[in-house]
């Protein structure tokens, strides 16, 4: 089954036409991802695909079940940020090389990359779309989507002292506010934070499901992510 965001809503059918959900055969999703070329999928390091397995759906909105509007693919390669950092999780980002080129219609679109590299001052509303748990262990069917409020970074490192260190290369977001307050989830992950109409991130770690205190962390698209992505896809 899907998962989804803790304290989201479900979105409009098709209304995130880049989203794309990577699943496996037997857990279903358990991350998202941007499609940003007819070829090429943003997601995490994290996620750990299984090239032979796993399979990338774009125009999902029920994505365990079989929709017309759907193209499945699978993944011929996977390109990871060389200086990925697992402890903390830092330059958590990774190419997908489609098995095929995406047929872009109404149900699956490019997400283009920013064209400004001004960071997001705290403060800022966001949106993040994902298929993942809503509480622990309980899946949604559908694609979910809640607002999140960037907030200071020097504030999030302190959340996350004993176990990583919030860089220049992340965003730190909470629920818009505490009667509404909302957390990414497992099966959120490379999943991306739209800011202002751009894409600015995507979902990388954050504490436990639902302790919506604590800021999620996404990776921030820096100039050199930008660069390191247009690279790795000419």
């Known amino acids: 089954g899907c998962m989804d965001i803790v304290g989201g809503r479900e979105v409009c059918p098709h209304s995130w036409p880049y989203m794309a959900a990577i699943k496996d055969e037997t857990s279903g999703v358990f991350c998202g991802g941007t499609l940003v070329e007819k070829q ?18 774009l125009g999902a909105h029920w994505a365990s079940v079989a929709e017309k509007e759907q193209q499945i693919f699978g993944v011929m390669e996977t390109f990871c940020h060389h200086w990925f950092d697992l402890p903390c999780f830092d330059n ?9 080129t995406a047929n872009l219609n109404k149900y699956v679109k ?13 403060g800022t509303l966001c949106q993040v779309a994902g298929w993942g748990y809503t509480s622990p262990g309980k899946p949604s069917k559908y694609l979910q989507q809640a607002t999140f409020k960037i907030v200071n970074r020097k504030n999030c490192d302190k959340c996350y002292a004993k176990k990583a260190e919030i860089t220049k290369n992340m965003l730190c977001a909470t629920g818009k506010s505490k009667s509404h307050p909302s957390h990414t989830c497992q099966g959120d992950s490379g ?16 504490e436990e499901c639902g302790n919506t205190s604590i800021p999620g962390v996404y ?13 790795t896809i000419s």
């Not at 090429?40 to 759906?57: F, M, N």
């Not at 958590?92 to 095929?100: G, T």
């Not at 490019?110 to 705290?122: G, K, N, Q, R, W």
């Not at 921030?220 to 247009?230: G, M």
């Open 219 to 231: 990776t921030c698209l820096t100039e050199e992510y930008i660069n390191w992505i247009k690279r």
């Open 92 to 100: 958590d980002i990774m190419l997908l090389k489609l098995n095929d």
């Open 40 to 57: 090429w999928v943003l997601t995490a390091v994290h996620c750990e695909i299984d090239e032979l397995e796993d399979r990338v759906v």
């Open 110 to 122: 490019l997400l283009p990359l920013p064209d400004s590299f001004e960071d997001v001052e705290p």
């Open 191 to 206: 999943a991306p934070l739209i800011c202002a109409g751009q894409y600015r991130g995507s979902v990388s770690f954050g």
